[in-house]
Structures are given as C-alpha cells and as structure tokens.
C-alpha cells in the first residue's frame, strides 16, 4: 500500500509516524484490557499511526490512522460514554472493538477476536463486517488507488472504502 500512497498521497506517507515498539502494543493492551490481533500488531510495528491523524493529511475521507495511544484514548471515551449512556444500545459501540481511525468520533475499528473491520458512526449502529481483515483493508485502499477506482480530494482518498466494498 505504500507504493500506491507514495504515488497518490505523498504527504499521506510523510505523516506515518514511526513503528511503535513491543512495550507500546503491550500497554495499549493494558490500557483496553484487549488483545490487539496479531495482524494490527505487525502493521502499527511498521507504522505508529500517522503524526497528526485529525489534520487535512489524512489516509482516507477525514479519517487518520490513531496512534497506540490515539487507540487507547479514543476506545476509552467510546467505552466510557457506552457504558454511561447507551449500554442498552446493542450496536452503538462493543468494548471487543479496537478503533484505528477517528474523525469526530466516527471511525474505522478491528474486533479484538475475529480480527474483522468495522465502522463506528457516533450517531448510529455500528455496520456489518466490512472487511475479514485489516490487511484486506489496507489492500483493498490500495487496489483503488491503483485502478483508479477512487479520487484523491483535499489531500484523501474519496468515497471512504469501504463504500466500494468488495462482493
């Protein structure tokens, strides 16, 4: 995927911040009381997030890759707010859910288990599995960019995949 950004959205591979070390992915697990699956851990071992994740140079739409510490302090307040007020809400936000991305409480989130992409709206239900995998998620970014598929808009990549879901 990085070849394909590097081509489309330069300053996009510019903000990637450095590869969080083993004892960051540990106390992001401590932190959320999670295990952080296997695959999310060799990727944020590659790249931290991004410098700023909620500035104009974001990955995709408005939405910036969290940090380890991005993730513990946005599934904190996703948690937090769950608990206090929409417990008896099923499909607000499940404490299984680990975000990656946030723009203004909306973002893209793995299931801590299953390994599975989710997408969190702060307003509504949380939407089906949109991608077995974050991996299939960052291929499928990739394959856009590569095809064409997808246009490059205010420094991102526009519609959000996974709008262009695969069948």
């Not at 999310?40 to 140079?57: C, E, I, L, M, N």
Request: charged fraction near 25%; include cysteine.
């Amino acid at each position: 995927m990085e070849e394909e950004l590097a081509r489309h959205l330069p300053k996009v591979v510019h903000s990637l911040r450095p590869g969080a070390t083993r004892d960051d992915l540990d106390r992001l697990e401590a932190k959320i009381e999670l295990s952080v699956p296997d695959e999310v851990r060799a990727y944020w071992q590659v790249h931290d997030g991004q410098v700023d994740p909620r500035s104009t140079t974001t990955l995709v739409g408005t939405q910036g890759l969290l940090s380890t510490e991005g993730i513990a302090e946005v599934w904190e307040i996703r948690t937090d707010v769950w608990r206090s007020v929409c417990d008896d809400v099923k499909d607000w936000w499940w404490p299984v859910l680990i975000p990656i991305t946030d723009a203004n409480g909306d973002g893209f989130c793995v299931h801590s288990e299953s390994g599975a992409v989710y997408y969190h709206y702060h307003d509504d239900t949380l939407s089906d599995v949109l991608y077995p995998s974050v991996g299939r998620w960052f291929l499928a970014i990739a394959e856009a960019l590569e095809s064409g598929r997808f246009t490059i808009e205010h420094g991102a990549i526009w519609p959000i995949p996974p709008l262009d879901r695969p069948t």
